[in-house]
C-alpha cells in the first residue's frame, strides 16, 4: 500500500465570474458621475477672470460647485475600479510590464482625479469665507481652472493599447481607439480626447461585463 506523503493541493483564490462581470461595470458610473459633477458645476470661470467677478460667481454658485466636486470625487473611486478590472485582463494575457503600466496609469489619473475634486471642493466651501482674501480666492481658482498636462491619461492609454494591441488582452478595437486618444491628449485637441474617454469608458465597460474572458476580439 501506498502512502501519498504530499501536501495537499491549495487552491489559490480567484476572481468569481460575477465579480468578472460587475467590476468592469464601474466604467459606466464613473463616466456618469464625472458628467454629472462636471454638469453640476456649470460654467466655470477660466483662469483670467478678474477677483471681483470670482467674488459673484462663488456667491451665487458655491453649492453647486461644492456638489460637483463631491460627484467628481465619487467617479474617481468608480474610475479606480474600472483601472483595476482592465489590469486583472491584462494581468491574465499580458506580460508583467505591460500589466503593471495599466495599473500605474491607473493610479495617475486617479490621483489627478482626485486632486481635481479636492481643489474644487475647497472653493466650494471656503470661497464664501469672510476672511478669505480675493488675491487667495483667485489662487485657489486658478488651481481648479487650469487643467493638467494629460500625461497622466497618456500613460494609461498607451497601456491599454499595448496591452489589446500586443497581447490581445482586450479587443482590438478598444485598443487602437485607446491609442487614438492618447494621441490626442498630445495636441490641441485635449478636452475633446476627454470628453470622448468618457463614451471609451463605457463601451469598455459594457465590452468587458458581456466579454469576461481576456483575449475576446
Not at 456638489?67 to 470625487?73: D, M, Q
Not at 485607446?178 to 498630445?186: D, N, S, T
Request: proline share 5%; with cysteine; hydrophobic share 55%.
Amino acid at each position: 500500500m501506498t502512502v501519498d506523503n504530499r501536501e495537499p493541493r491549495v487552491e489559490q483564490p480567484t476572481v468569481t465570474g460575477r465579480t468578472e462581470r460587475l467590476l468592469p461595470l464601474a466604467g459606466i458610473a464613473f463616466a456618469v458621475l464625472s458628467a454629472a459633477g462636471n454638469l453640476t458645476i456649470g460654467d466655470f470661470p477660466d483662469e483670467s477672470t478678474a477677483p471681483a467677478a470670482l467674488a459673484t460667481f462663488y456667491a451665487k454658485h458655491h453649492d453647486s460647485v461644492a456638489l460637483g466636486a463631491t460627484l467628481l470625487g465619487y467617479s474617481t473611486v468608480f474610475f479606480a475600479f474600472f483601472g483595476v478590472a482592465i489590469w486583472w485582463r491584462a494581468r491574465c494575457a499580458a506580460s508583467p510590464v505591460i500589466a503593471a503600466s495599466v495599473l500605474l496609469g491607473t493610479a495617475m489619473v486617479a490621483v489627478e482625479m482626485m486632486l481635481s475634486a479636492d481643489t474644487y471642493l475647497n472653493l466650494g466651501h471656503v470661497s464664501t469665507e469672510s476672511n478669505l482674501t480675493p488675491a487667495a480666492l483667485q489662487a485657489i481658482h486658478i488651481g481648479g481652472a487650469v487643467g493638467g498636462t494629460g500625461a497622466d491619461s497618456v500613460v494609461f492609454l498607451v497601456a491599454v493599447a499595448a496591452a489589446g494591441i500586443a497581447a490581445r488582452a482586450l479587443p482590438r478595437w478598444l485598443a487602437w481607439t485607446a491609442l487614438v486618444l492618447a494621441v490626442m491628449h498630445l495636441t490641441p485637441l485635449g478636452f475633446l480626447a476627454y470628453l470622448l474617454f468618457h463614451l471609451w469608458a463605457i463601451a469598455a465597460a459594457v465590452t468587458f461585463a458581456l466579454r469576461t474572458r481576456p483575449g475576446s476580439r
